[in-house]
């Protein structure tokens, strides 16, 4: 017996949740599968509006910070990071959410979902061609750093818990590690 299974595309995805048909439940399309998603505790939650306003008061009106809103991203998936650091397109997105040409960077905080953070959005996001990746590490209190797309993988990995970090887009913003783990 061969076992198939249905492959959403982003239209059928859109179509559905027009529909209602996933009454309300938290949801994201990765390479066209339906996932669940994990449902936030106080320090995700904590962490993630914290980190949100911060980098607001750092780049000001150069970037749109986005957090937890869906992404248009090739190969049928919309996924929601945590944050989006994207262009400030303005009306660009009642048509559709940011492409990855217009993303700048993208943050996951992680405790329940590091597993899946680390591997299989780390490919997608690179696969994507985000040049820049962070995910926040809330059991260990470190941020991890992908970069340096190389053939849709990223080839420069950094594990950060003091300093400063400068995003690739960013150069001349300096951003305190503290800030994002403390």
């Known amino acids: 017996m061969t076992l198939t299974t249905y492959k959403w595309t982003t239209e059928t995805y859109h179509q559905a949740l027009d529909s209602g048909i996933f009454n309300g439940e938290a949801v994201e399309l990765l390479r066209g599968e339906i996932i669940i998603m994990s449902p936030e505790r106080e ?66 905080f992680s405790q329940a979902t590091l597993s899946k953070d680390l591997n299989e959005k780390k490919d997608i996001y690179a696969e994507a061609g985000i040049k820049e990746y962070w995910v926040v590490d809330l059991k260990n209190l470190q941020l991890k750093v992908f970069r340096d797309l190389v053939n849709s993988h990223y080839t420069s990995e950094l594990t950060m818990k003091t300093g400063q970090i400068s995003p690739l887009s960013f150069p001349e913003v300096k951003i305190n590690i503290p800030q994002l783990i403390a």
């Open 43 to 108: 320090p995700h939650a904590y962490y993630n509006s914290e980190v949100a306003d911060y980098l607001r008061s750092l780049l000001g009106n150069r970037a749109k910070i986005r957090d937890a809103k869906p992404i248009t991203l090739p190969h049928n998936s919309e996924p929601e990071p945590d944050i989006a650091i994207v262009k400030p397109l303005g009306k660009e997105y009642l048509k559709h959410h940011p492409y990855p040409e217009d993303i700048f960077w993208i943050i996951e």
